[in-house]
């Protein structure tokens, strides 16, 4: 079946870049989105990359979609201590007809000083 | 409208208790979706509704789980029977259809957090 897969962990300093890995098995996927769940907080929508593009910027987020390679990453420019949450990954199939999104375990960012 | 909300925040309950949780989307929004979430994990597909119609339901939804949304506006999910497996973060989300207006973007509340004794 359809799966999405993330690391479980990252650690970087405050002040470099974080690079948030995510690959999936859905060929068909349509939109491709990156979730933000911070601490006893609902999951709010950071970024969205639309399969026919490869790169979407926005800010100090980066988005890079490989579509051969069915990988996608979300780099974070300049990490604050407030960028710490866990990173959800998730795909949706053809437009309007898949109504679930296929999500990951999340990747939980952590922020050292 | 401020969002989507989501009560209670917290429910402790003993086994074999039952418990419902209440969802009130974004006014526009005529998807309304239940996702359940544990530790670790990210969100479960339980069931998910267009306006009034409940459309699917994820086969985790065992038939003490049930769902309703009967103006196409609130949702209800109730557990019946509890058991501690049930304990979990339940997490409403709503989103407009998807169209070449809008990424599908769903909207998330805080969530309800099950714990059964």
């Known amino acids: 079946g359809e799966d999405v897969e993330q690391s479980l962990f990252l650690s970087v300093r405050e002040g470099d870049s974080s690079v948030i890995n995510c690959t999936y098995t859905d060929s068909s996927s349509t939109y491709l989105y990156w979730y933000k769940q911070e601490p006893g907080a609902g999951l709010q929508l950071l970024t969205y990359?639309?399969?026919n593009m490869d790169m979407k910027q926005d800010q100090r987020l980066t988005v890079l979609l490989n579509k051969k390679d069915k990988h996608l990453s979300l780099r974070i420019a300049d990490t604050q201590t407030g960028d710490s949450a866990i990173y959800f990954c998730?795909?949706?199939?053809?437009?309007?007809?898949?109504?679930?999104?296929?999500w990951g375990a999340g990747t939980k960012l952590i922020i050292k000083p | 409208d401020t969002g989507v909300s989501q009560d209670p925040r917290h429910k402790i309950t003993k086994r074999g208790q039952n418990v419902t949780f209440r969802c009130d989307p974004i006014?526009?929004?005529?998807?309304l979706y239940w996702y359940r979430q544990t530790l670790g994990q990210g969100p479960e597909f339980l069931t998910y509704f267009q306006n009034e119609a409940q459309l699917e339901k994820s086969r985790l939804l065992s038939d003490r789980f049930s769902a309703e949304r009967p103006k196409g506006s609130f949702s209800t999910l109730e557990i019946q029977r509890t058991e501690q497996g049930d304990s979990a973060m339940y997490l409403c989300a709503s989103r407009a259809t998807l169209s070449g207006e809008n990424t599908g973007e769903l909207f998330f509340g805080e969530g309800s957090r099950l714990t059964v004794l």
């Open positions: 998730a795909e949706t199939g053809i437009m309007d007809s898949n109504y679930q999104l296929i």
């Open positions: 990359i639309f399969s």
């Open positions: 006014s526009e929004h005529n998807r």
